[in-house]
């Protein structure tokens, strides 16, 4: 669905609640009805930051984490599976950021170029070209001698510090696990680790973030959008991203202190957090 898309079911809904009662609704009921659906424009009562959202939560987790690793402040490269908009959001804010993303893949490959692309200027590229081939721009120019194609199933296997799957499910499993060469995962595609491959990357010493905190960025502002309508408000982006990084660097924390405690892998100390969380709240 798209913001349009998601600004049509909302107006139906209105439409068809206000007529069950057969009355007019005023416009603070509208707003408060607006509630009932996220992600949508910001006519209709769209949170600012919304669009970038998931990748800009998942700078924020991987920045938090990466200094509990003690791994921030290096240069560290970058593999991004995935162009779409998770995955071209979080090499843009992991580029401005100062990390080197030496390479990206969408459905029909990927490029692969050592001295680091310029995510805004390979998206213009593709979008030019309509592929990545050949799109192998650095800094503010693109030049064939600068990388070479190279397949999905190449890039997982790339000697990188972060590797980012943001595309499909299930393509880190028992078979390329053993072969993945990444000293961190940073899932924000939803469930691209098999269980089999998570014991194996465990075993091995590589930290998997799990999708359950690193791309939940977009569904955070979602909830803050839910927060404005219901308020009445719209907060700036500015106050939509001071917020989201507060609660995603919290959450990354708790989930961090969790595994040294139990002594386990991300993941499960994901969900140990949050079923807590349901118990404290059922308490």
């Excluded at 910001?42 to 690793?69: C, H, N, P, W, Y």
């Excluded at 593999?79 to 908009?85: D, E, H, I, L, S």
């Excluded at 995962?185 to 089999?196: Q, S």
Aim: hydrophobic share 40%; glycine share 10%; aromatic share 6%.
């Amino acid at each position: 669905t798209t913001g349009q898309i998601m600004g049509w079911m909302v107006d139906e809904y209105i439409n068809t609640q206000c007529s069950i009662y057969n009355t007019q609704c005023t416009k603070k009921e509208k707003n408060t009805l607006r509630a009932t659906f996220t992600g949508k424009l910001i006519k209709d009562g769209g949170s600012e930051g919304r669009e970038e959202a998931t990748g800009l939560g998942g700078l924020f987790v991987l920045q938090a984490m990466l200094e509990k690793m003690k791994l921030s402040g290096k240069k560290l490269t970058v593999a991004v599976q995935g162009f779409g908009n998770v995955g071209y959001n979080v090499a843009k804010f992991l580029y401005e950021q100062g990390f080197t993303v030496i390479a990206v893949s969408d459905s029909k490959g990927g490029i692969h170029v050592p001295e680091g692309i310029n995510p805004m200027l390979t998206l213009e590229c593709k979008k030019k070209n309509g592929i990545l081939t050949g799109c192998y721009c650095t800094g503010s120019v693109c030049d064939f001698k600068k990388g070479k194609q190279i397949t999905n199933d190449a890039l997982l296997e790339l000697p990188v510090d972060i590797l980012i799957p943001s595309a499909l499910e299930s393509v880190i499993t028992k078979d390329n696990a053993p072969k993945i060469k990444a000293k961190v995962i940073l899932e924000m595609a939803n469930g691209p680790t098999t269980p089999e491959a998570d014991t194996i990357l465990y075993k091995r010493g590589i930290p998997v973030i799990p999708d359950i905190l690193s791309n939940s960025g977009g569904v955070t502002v979602s909830a803050f959008e839910w927060e404005q309508n219901l308020k009445g408000k719209h907060w700036t982006k500015k106050a939509v991203n001071a917020k989201l990084k507060a609660k995603m660097e919290k959450a990354a924390t708790d989930i961090w202190t969790t595994s040294k405690k139990i002594k386990a892998d991300l993941r499960t100390s994901a969900f140990v957090v949050a079923l807590g969380r349901i118990l404290k709240a059922m308490k």
